[in-house]
C-alpha cells in the first residue's frame, strides 16, 4: 500500500511564521458530494482569496456514500455500502486500502490480496486515529440467530461490530461490540493527540489501549460508577510529562506519558453529577486530582482548553423543573485539572438557556453564547472565570474559532435566519456581516482562516441545495446551486501549514457601514403603512408619541451592543462566582428615566416608609423606657431591703408568712364547702404546716 504524505501535513519553515508567504503555502483542498460525484476543488491561496476554485479530481459516488478526511488530511476515507474505501489525498486515483463488508461475511468471493480486503457490515460510522494510522468503523449488530441467543455478544468476536483496522495492511486489529451508537456519541473510541492511548467508555468503567497497538487488548481499567462520557485532554509537547511508576528507579523512565482524563456521571435521584479529572497512568477510583459536583445535569459535553489545564461542562437536563422551557434546562460550569479553581459560569440577571461555548485556540479565553434570543455573547478569561468583553446581543446559536484564532464568526442556524456576524478579537471589533437565509446544515472555516463557507444539505433540505463561500469580512466571494447535495468538507491541515495573516486593510469603514445597511435594509423588511396616514408621517403629523415596536427594538439593540466590561471585586461562594464589575453603561441603564406618575407613586411610596419607621422608633423608645422603670423599681426595692435591720427583716417576714397561712385557711374553708381546688391553690394548703412551723420559729426568736 501506498504511504504517500500529503504536503499540507508539513509545514514548511517560512509559512510555519506569522509573515510567511502565500506561495510557500499549498493549495486549499476540499470535497463536495452530490448525487453522482464526489468532486474535489483546489483553491491556490497565492492568487488572494477571490480566486475561483479550479476541480481537480473526481468519482463517482452514490446518495447513501459517505466520505471523511483524517485529522491530519492524509487519508480519505468513502463508504459506499458495505464497502470502505481509503485513498490518498494527494493521489485520489490510488486506493491504499479497500475494506469489504461481503467478503468479510461470506457473501461473495475475496478480492485480490491487492485490494485489501477486510470485515465491515452495513458502515454507519468511520473515524481515523490522529496520525491516520487507523481507521475505525461503526456498523449495525448482526441479527442474533435462535440457536445463539445465548451466546454473549461481548465476547464473541462474531459478533462485534465496533472495528480498527490498519490502514497500512487493511487488517482488522482490534474487534469489539457496541450495541448502539448516535452521531452524538460518535466516535466512542477516542485517541489522544500523541497517539500513544486510546479508550472507550462502557458499564462503570473506562478501558484504556495502547494507541500504537490497539491488537493488544486492554491496558488499563478506570472503574467510576454510573460514568457515562469522558474526554481526553490534549496532549502537547509544551505539557506532557513522562510519569515515574511506583518502586521505579530515577534513571528508568515509562514510555507511558501523562494524559488528563476527564469522566462525566450524571446526577442520580438525590445525588448530583460530577465531573472528576484523572492523570493516566494514576487511574485508581480515588486518584482523581479534580472534582467538581452540580446539579440538573443529566448529559455533559466536556471541552478541554488546548493546555489542557481547565474544562468546560456544558450539561444539559431533559425536563424543566421550573416549567419555563420545554428543552429542559443548561448550565455551564468551569474546573481547572489542579483542583484550583472550579465554579458555575456566572451570567448575572441574564436568563436563558447556554447556546453555546467554545475556547479560543490559546485556551486562555472562552465565549459563550447564553439567554433568550437574541442571545448575549461574552468573553471570559479563564483565570478565575471573569467577563472581560460584551459583544452585545445577536441573533446566534453557535460560535465558530478561525483555525489561528483572530477571528471568530457569531452564527444562528437551525431555527435561526442565518445571520453571520464576523470579529476580529484581536482588536475587540466587529469587521463584518453576513446572512445565509436558506438554513445551512454545514458551516465552517476553511483552514487558512480567510473564508467561511455555508451549505445546505439533503436530506435536511430538498430545496435550495448548495454553497456559499464568505470572507472573513463577510463578503460573498462564490455561491453554487446544486439540486442535491450531501456533503462540503474541507480537508485538514495542520497548525503552522497556512500563516497567520491580519485583516487586509482593503475593507474600509466606508465599505463597511454600506455592508452594514445593506444587510440592515434585507434583514428589516418596511412596515405596512395605510393609504391614509401616508403623507401625514411624511409631513410629521399624526406622528404617536409612543414609540414603535421597530423603534424600541432598535433602542434596545444599542443599549446592548458591544462594550467592554469594567473588572471589579471577585467572590466565590459555594462554586458560584459573582464579580463586582459593571459594563461601562450599566450604571445609566441601572436608573433610568420615570414618568410623572412613577415618580409621584415613588415619593408616595417613600413617605409611607418614612411613617412606618418613625411608628416604629417610637413604640421600641418606649417599650424601652417602661423596661427601665421597672428595673429602677426592682433596684429601689432591692435597695431598701439591704439597708433594713435585723428585726425589721424578721418582722417582715412574719407579716408574709402569716399573710400566706391566711390565704391557705381560707382555700380549706372553700374545700371544705365543696369547690374543687387545682394543683396550686392544693400546693397552697399542703404547705401551711410548714409556714406554721417557720412562724413560730420567728416569733420565739423576736421574744427572745
Known amino acids: 500500500?501506498?504511504?504517500?504524505?500529503?504536503?499540507?501535513?508539513?509545514?514548511?519553515?517560512?509559512?510555519?511564521?506569522?509573515?510567511?508567504?502565500?506561495?510557500?503555502?499549498?493549495?486549499?483542498?476540499?470535497?463536495?458530494?452530490?448525487?453522482?460525484?464526489?468532486?474535489?476543488?483546489?483553491r491556490n491561496v497565492n492568487r488572494g482569496t477571490g480566486a475561483p476554485d479550479e476541480q481537480s479530481d473526481h468519482y463517482p459516488s452514490s446518495e447513501d456514500s459517505y466520505v471523511k478526511y483524517s485529522s491530519s488530511g492524509r487519508y480519505l476515507a468513502?463508504?459506499?455500502?458495505?464497502?470502505?474505501?481509503?485513498?490518498?489525498?494527494?493521489?485520489?486515483?490510488?486506493?491504499?486500502?479497500?475494506?469489504?463488508?461481503?467478503?468479510?461475511?461470506?457473501?461473495?468471493?475475496?478480492?485480490?490480496?491487492?485490494?485489501?480486503?477486510?470485515?465491515?457490515?452495513?458502515?454507519?460510522?468511520?473515524?481515523?486515529?490522529?496520525?491516520?494510522?487507523?481507521?475505525?468503523?461503526?456498523?449495525?449488530?448482526?441479527?442474533?440467530?435462535?440457536?445463539?441467543?445465548?451466546?454473549?455478544?461481548?465476547?464473541?468476536?462474531?459478533?462485534?461490530?465496533?472495528?480498527?483496522?490498519?490502514?497500512?495492511?487493511?487488517?482488522?486489529?482490534?474487534?469489539?461490540?457496541?450495541?448502539?451508537?448516535?452521531?452524538?456519541?460518535?466516535?466512542?473510541l477516542k485517541w489522544s493527540d500523541d497517539n500513544r492511548i486510546c479508550a472507550r467508555v462502557v458499564t462503570n468503567q473506562i478501558q484504556f489501549f495502547d494507541g500504537m497497538n490497539p491488537g493488544a487488548g486492554v491496558q488499563k481499567r478506570l472503574h467510576v460508577r454510573d460514568v457515562l462520557s469522558f474526554e481526553l485532554a490534549p496532549n502537547t509537547s509544551k505539557h506532557c510529562k513522562y510519569v515515574h511508576r511506583r518502586g521505579q528507579k530515577d534513571e528508568e523512565k515509562s514510555d507511558v506519558p501523562a494524559c488528563k482524563v476527564a469522566c462525566f456521571v450524571p446526577a442520580k435521584k438525590s445525588q448530583p453529577a460530577s465531573v472528576r479529572v484523572f492523570e493516566?497512568?494514576?487511574?485508581?477510583?480515588?486518584?482523581?486530582?479534580?472534582?467538581?459536583?452540580?446539579?440538573?445535569?443529566?448529559?455533559?459535553?466536556?471541552?478541554?482548553?488546548?493546555?489542557?489545564?481547565?474544562?468546560?461542562?456544558?450539561?444539559?437536563?431533559?425536563?424543566?423543573s421550573s416549567n419555563k422551557s420545554y428543552y429542559g434546562e443548561t448550565g455551564l460550569h468551569l474546573l481547572f485539572a489542579d483542583n484550583s479553581f472550579s465554579c458555575t459560569v456566572p451570567f448575572g440577571t441574564n436568563k436563558g438557556p447556554v447556546h453555546d461555548a467554545q475556547w479560543h485556540p490559546n485556551g486562555r479565553q472562552f465565549i459563550v453564547l447564553q439567554g433568550i434570543q437574541p442571545a448575549q455573547a461574552l468573553l471570559f478569561k479563564s483565570q478565575q472565570c471573569t467577563a472581560v468583553f460584551q459583544f452585545g446581543r445577536t441573533a446566534a446559536n453557535n460560535i465558530k474559532w478561525s483555525p489561528h484564532g483572530r477571528f471568530v464568526c457569531l452564527c444562528g442556524f437551525g431555527s435561526l435566519q442565518g445571520e453571520m456576524h464576523f470579529w476580529d478579537i484581536n482588536k475587540k471589533k466587529k469587521i463584518g456581516m453576513a446572512r445565509d437565509r436558506d438554513g445551512a446544515k454545514s458551516f465552517e472555516w476553511a483552514p487558512?482562516?480567510?473564508?467561511?463557507?455555508?451549505?445546505?444539505?439533503?436530506?435536511?433540505?430538498?430545496?435550495?441545495?448548495?454553497?456559499?463561500?464568505?470572507?472573513?469580512?463577510?463578503?460573498?466571494?462564490?455561491?453554487?446551486?446544486?439540486?442535491?447535495?450531501?456533503?462540503?468538507?474541507y480537508r485538514p491541515a495542520l497548525r503552522g501549514v497556512y500563516p497567520n495573516r491580519p485583516q487586509s486593510p482593503r475593507l474600509t469603514d466606508k465599505r463597511l457601514a454600506e455592508q452594514r445597511e445593506q444587510v440592515k435594509a434585507a434583514a428589516q423588511p418596511k412596515a405596512y403603512v395605510p393609504p391614509h396616514l401616508r403623507n401625514k408621517q411624511k409631513s410629521g403629523t399624526g406622528k404617536s408619541s409612543t414609540p414603535s415596536l421597530q423603534e424600541r427594538l432598535r433602542l434596545e439593540r444599542q443599549s446592548s451592543g458591544p462594550k467592554f466590561i469594567k473588572q471589579g471585586p471577585v467572590a466565590v461562594n459555594n462554586g458560584v462566582v459573582t464579580h463586582g464589575g459593571v459594563a461601562a453603561d450599566d450604571q445609566?441603564?441601572?436608573?433610568?428615566?420615570?414618568?410623572?406618575?412613577?415618580?409621584?407613586?415613588?415619593?408616595?411610596?417613600?413617605?409611607?416608609?418614612?411613617?412606618?419607621?418613625?411608628?416604629?422608633?417610637?413604640?421600641?423608645?418606649?417599650?424601652?423606657?417602661?423596661?427601665?422603670?421597672?428595673?429602677?423599681?426592682?433596684?429601689?426595692q432591692q435597695a431598701k431591703i439591704a439597708s433594713m435591720s435585723d428585726e425589721q427583716k424578721r418582722a417582715r417576714m412574719i407579716k408574709k408568712l402569716r399573710k400566706k397561712i391566711a390565704q391557705a385557711d381560707k382555700l380549706v374553708e372553700l374545700a371544705a364547702g365543696g369547690q374543687q381546688l387545682d394543683a396550686a391553690q392544693q400546693a397552697k394548703v399542703d404547705s401551711a404546716a410548714e409556714l406554721r412551723a417557720d412562724l413560730e420559729e420567728l416569733l420565739d426568736q423576736q421574744s427572745n
Open 78 to 188: 468513502t463508504i459506499e455500502g458495505s464497502v470502505v474505501v481509503l485513498r490518498d489525498t494527494e493521489a485520489l486515483e490510488n486506493v491504499v486500502a479497500r475494506c469489504d463488508a461481503s467478503v468479510a461475511n461470506g457473501i461473495a468471493e475475496p478480492h485480490a490480496k491487492s485490494e485489501h480486503s477486510c470485515r465491515g457490515n452495513d458502515v454507519m460510522f468511520v473515524d481515523f486515529s490522529p496520525d491516520g494510522n487507523f481507521l475505525v468503523t461503526w456498523q449495525k449488530p448482526a441479527k442474533v440467530r435462535r440457536q445463539e441467543k445465548n451466546v454473549n455478544p461481548t465476547t464473541d468476536s462474531n459478533q462485534h461490530n465496533l472495528l480498527v483496522w490498519n490502514c497500512y495492511t487493511g487488517e482488522v486489529v482490534l474487534s469489539l461490540y457496541e450495541k448502539e451508537m448516535t452521531l452524538r456519541q460518535w466516535p466512542c
Open 280 to 320: 493516566y497512568p494514576q487511574i485508581g477510583e480515588r486518584d482523581h486530582t479534580a472534582m467538581m459536583s452540580f446539579f440538573k445535569a443529566d448529559e455533559a459535553q466536556l471541552r478541554w482548553n488546548s493546555d489542557a489545564s481547565a474544562v468546560l461542562i456544558q450539561s444539559t437536563t431533559d425536563h424543566d
Open 588 to 636: 445609566q441603564q441601572q436608573q433610568p428615566k420615570l414618568t410623572k406618575q412613577q415618580l409621584k407613586n415613588k415619593k408616595r411610596a417613600e413617605r409611607r416608609r418614612r411613617a412606618k419607621e418613625e411608628r416604629e422608633a417610637e413604640k421600641a423608645a418606649a417599650e424601652a423606657a417602661a423596661a427601665a422603670e421597672k428595673q429602677a423599681a426592682i433596684e429601689a
Open 1 to 42: 500500500p501506498s504511504k504517500t504524505v500529503m504536503s499540507a501535513s508539513r509545514p514548511s519553515s517560512s509559512a510555519s511564521s506569522s509573515g510567511g508567504k502565500a506561495a510557500d503555502v499549498p493549495a486549499i483542498q476540499w470535497a463536495v458530494r452530490d448525487e453522482a460525484n464526489v468532486r474535489f476543488l483546489r
Open 448 to 489: 487558512d482562516g480567510r473564508t467561511f463557507t455555508t451549505a445546505v444539505l439533503r436530506p435536511w433540505r430538498r430545496v435550495d441545495n448548495g454553497y456559499k463561500i464568505f470572507t472573513y469580512a463577510g463578503e460573498k466571494i462564490a455561491e453554487k446551486k446544486i439540486e442535491k447535495l450531501f456533503q462540503v468538507l
